[in-house]
């Protein structure tokens, strides 16, 4: 008998040694069946494999090579591989399902035509700045530019551009309130 009793019962499996099934499955059950849960996420569905994964070991025991890995690392395989065939075989959900499910939040027309508006008011706004400075404020709130990025783009001292950004945001504000 080897330090690998597991793989011993497996072996006799092979031979077709009923009694050693019946010890192979109250030595493993516990574990596979928590194996198979994990994956497949439901008790009956989980169940059902099980005894599935039983069904293989039984029928491919003689496939079982000690020499290549422990017996319950095999099972653990075995079952795994079923539980995934499981998962990959249930009905997926088709995009017209799933799109009945989502939520239409594209703005209604009242909403577009408000923020067409605003957007015409911001780049009125926008004409009302030196056009060096409209040009920071988009590279800073647009483009995402960082004050030394765009410090360096205009020929400015860092201070300099932080003063054009403040300025010009204060001065959209004030546009924008009128």
């Known amino acids: 008998m080897s330090d690998d009793p597991v793989a011993d019962l497996i072996t006799k499996c092979a031979g077709g040694d009923r009694a050693a099934f019946r010890l192979l ?3 493993t059950a516990a574990k596979l069946m928590g194996v198979l849960l994990r994956i497949l996420g439901e008790r009956a569905e989980a169940e059902d494999a099980l005894q599935e994964v039983y069904t293989r070991v039984w029928l ?3 496939r079982f090579d000690p020499a290549r890995g422990r017996g319950m690392t095999w099972l653990v395989a075995v079952s795994r591989n079923l ?3 499981r998962l990959r075989a249930r009905p997926s ?3 017209d399902d799933a799109m009945e499910t989502v939520p239409d939040r594209t703005p209604r027309a009242e ?3 408000v923020a067409a508006g605003e ?3 911001i780049a009125d706004c926008f ?3 030196e056009p060096d400075r409209a040009e920071a404020v988009r590279g800073a709130y647009l483009d995402g530019l960082s004050y030394a990025d765009l ?3 205009h020929a400015v001292p860092l201070n300099t551009m932080r003063t054009w950004l403040r300025r010009s945001l204060l001065k959209l504000k004030e546009c924008l309130d009128r």
Do not use: C, F, P, V
């Open 151 to 153: 410090a360096a783009r």
């Open 111 to 113: 909403t577009r035509l």
């Open 60 to 62: 491919r025991a003689g």
């Open 93 to 95: 959900e088709t995009a």
């Open 119 to 121: 957007a015409r008011r």
């Open 25 to 27: 499955y109250r030595a």
């Open 83 to 85: 539980a995934i065939d």
């Open 127 to 129: 004409t009302t700045l």
